[in-house]
């Protein structure tokens, strides 16, 4: 009898020890994690793994997905979130800069400058702030291009560093352009 006990209880212990904790699920499977958050959060509201977890794993799933609702979820859990607090910005951003008039693009310019303070290194808030610039007002040509030159300064992806400096020559043309009519 005490051996069937001492060898049902290191089964267990095997077993527990084998099963995926939350932080394993939100890198392997983020999908199992999210939508059975409800309940765990419920079972063990107090468990800080466990919503920073989900928190990690509604952060893959934006990634992965570029699925903006990711971050708002995270802000639930996480409300001074800089990553998703970051993304969210852009988002809304990018939206009051599709809007093309001036009010929007003032919107545009706080919700990039917003972006810009939380995560310093990253330059793409700095090429949209330089994009909305030059849509509020083109014959300013000083603050975009310092946008721009902030921007290529910091860290861009290669296809954002490409479209910064696409912009920046177009932008010293255009200067140029205006420059050489007035002289």
């Known amino acids: 009898m005490k051996n069937k006990i001492l060898s049902l209880t290191f089964l267990f212990l095997i077993i527990i020890s084998c099963a995926p904790n939350a932080s394993k699920l939100a890198e392997t499977n983020p999908k199992i994690l999210i939508n059975n958050a409800d309940s765990l959060i419920a079972q063990r509201p107090d468990d800080i793994e466990l919503r920073n977890a989900i928190v990690q794993a509604h952060l893959n799933l934006a990634r992965a997905n570029s699925d903006p609702s ?24 990018k939206n009051h800069h599709k809007k093309g008039h001036k009010n929007g693009q003032w919107d545009a310019i706080q919700s990039f400058a917003k972006a810009a303070a ?29 946008s721009y030159d902030k921007a290529l300064s910091l860290f861009l992806e ?23 009519f007035w002289k």
């Open 70 to 93: 990711h971050y708002k979820a995270v802000i639930k859990f996480e409300p001074n979130n800089k990553s998703a607090n970051y993304y969210i910005n852009l988002e809304k951003g």
């Open 118 to 146: 939380l995560i310093d290194t990253l330059g793409e808030p700095y090429y949209w702030l330089g994009q909305s610039y030059e849509k509020k007002d083109e014959m300013d040509f000083e603050l975009p291009l310092e």
């Open 158 to 180: 290669n296809d954002m560093q490409k479209k910064t400096q696409s912009a920046r020559l177009a932008l010293l043309k255009r200067k140029k352009t205006y420059e050489d």
